[in-house]
């Protein structure tokens, strides 16, 4: 495998953010799938359960393949990972565009879900420990502005999606134009990622001119991948972002048909484009949080940051339950602010990692973290779309559907709350020492 490209002398550092964001904009399309459910539901005559089946998939590749594939990304670089990342995504929607046009869902299932989710997992982590060494001294605002894309990605691709339906058809044949567009468009702006990304030479801010650096290289606490997942932190940070990542994407999957439910029996009920438009505003928010509550995590620290998201993101789920079919205004900035939590959630968790573990191999620690996803991404929309599936069951409608799923997100986000608050320094014992303290530790040896 070739060596990653090496910046020459002279390179901005501020050429790789853009980069990251061609990628992470493309695969953030995956937060706009519930724009695709109600004409699924209706070409396919699924049910919501099955049809959120291929974004559970989608998140549970997304974590395992970022899991199993963190050490080649660290080892081959991010161009490479960009490759990967955009092979497997257009790939993934050609091949539910063939599903959805021979009316064969299980192909939408493997395209958009199996092959498509490998390619969120290799894109989502394959610029975040380039930007960390890029930006050493910032890493929470630089993993924000990149991990900013993955989260305002629907924040296109939900009315660009909606205006494509609209204009080829909700039926199957629309549904399969629609999927053949996306993958082509995002191969397109995929490339220039690809094209754009360089790693830092030696003396730009982390890195070696000939790939990935070595604890020798390195200053301050330097813990292997292998040797952080032996650590209690790893694991209380584990449990951290899977309680937040399950508050928040039980609302995001579900968001279209979720905000009609609560208010069809209103004066007012929520239009199909006004549903959409409900999504493009969450993804905003998503995106917003991303960059704004990880940049304030610089400034503030990880652990106080994921007080504020998971202490306020309960209050939220909350006055939802309570409050949220009373009032619009009131049902959409509670959501906002969960999704803000959410996307800040994600893009904190790497800097936090570093903040722990050191740079050395955080790439790889940040792809076995985000397991937590993979479990976050089935148990949010299962819960979310299982208990109203069976209270529409009972003969029960409107915000009725979703009462006892919040009730469970405000425990699981008071679990997270104590996991976080038990996060401590990582003990020496895990520590990798850099070859010159370990030459000075037995110079200083008794003869």
């Not at 134009?177 to 468009?185: D, E, Q, R």
């Not at 976080?420 to 303290?437: D, K, M, Q, T, W």
Request: glycine residues 14%.
């Amino acid at each position: 495998m070739s060596s990653p490209p090496v910046a020459p002398a002279g390179w901005s550092r501020w050429l790789v953010p853009p980069a990251a964001l061609s990628v992470h904009l493309s695969i953030g399309q995956a937060y706009a799938w519930s724009v695709f459910k109600p004409p699924l539901e209706a070409a396919l005559h699924l049910d919501g359960t099955q049809s959120a089946l291929p974004f559970q998939l989608a998140i549970v590749m997304l974590g395992l393949s970022a899991a199993f594939g963190g050490t080649l990304v660290e080892r081959n670089g991010p161009r490479w990972a960009m490759t990967v990342a955009l092979v497997c995504f257009c790939a993934g929607f050609l091949l539910s565009a063939l599903g959805a046009g021979t009316r064969q869902y299980w192909l939408i299932v493997l395209g958009y879900g199996f092959v498509g989710g490998i390619g969120l997992g290799i894109g989502y982590i394959s610029p975040v420990s380039t930007l960390i060494k890029w930006f050493p001294d910032r890493p929470g605002m630089a993993t924000g502005i990149a991990i900013m894309g993955f989260g305002g990605g629907a924040l296109i691709a939900s009315p660009w999606s909606a205006q494509m339906l609209a204009s080829f058809g909700g039926d199957n044949d629309g549904i399969a134009l629609a999927f053949l567009v996306h993958g082509l468009s995002y191969a397109v702006f995929m490339t220039l990622g690809v094209l754009l990304v360089r790693v830092p030479r030696t003396g730009d801010g982390g890195g070696t001119a000939s790939g990935p650096s070595g604890p020798s290289d390195l200053e301050g606490v330097q813990v292997s991948a292998r040797g952080a997942v032996r650590t209690p932190q790893f694991w209380c940070l584990w449990i951290v972002l899977c309680m937040n990542v399950t508050a928040g994407i039980g609302i995001l999957e579900k968001a279209a048909p979720m905000i009609t439910d609560f208010f069809a029996d209103s004066s007012a009920p929520v239009s199909a484009s006004a549903a959409a438009g409900f999504v493009a505003l969450l993804s905003a928010a998503n995106m917003a949080g991303r960059i704004g509550w990880s940049s304030t995590s610089d400034l503030i620290g990880r652990k106080n940051i994921y007080r504020l998201y998971l202490g306020v993101g309960a209050l939220m789920y909350l006055l939802i339950a309570l409050f949220g079919d009373a009032s619009k205004p009131l049902f959409v900035l509670c959501a906002l602010v969960i999704l803000s939590f959410y996307g800040g959630g994600f893009a904190t968790v790497p800097a936090y990692l570093k903040d722990l573990f050191g740079t050395y191999q955080v790439g790889a620690i940040h792809g076995r973290l985000l397991t937590a996803w993979s479990t976050a991404g089935v148990l949010g929309p299962l819960i979310v779309n299982w208990i109203a599936d069976r209270q529409k069951e009972a003969g029960k409608h409107g915000s009725s559907l979703y009462g006892l799923s919040f009730g469970i997100m405000i425990g699981l986000l008071v679990v997270g709350f104590v996991a976080n608050e038990l996060v401590r320094p990582v003990h020496a014992r895990h520590h990798v020492p850099a070859p010159r303290e370990a030459a000075d530790a037995q110079r200083q040896q008794p003869a």
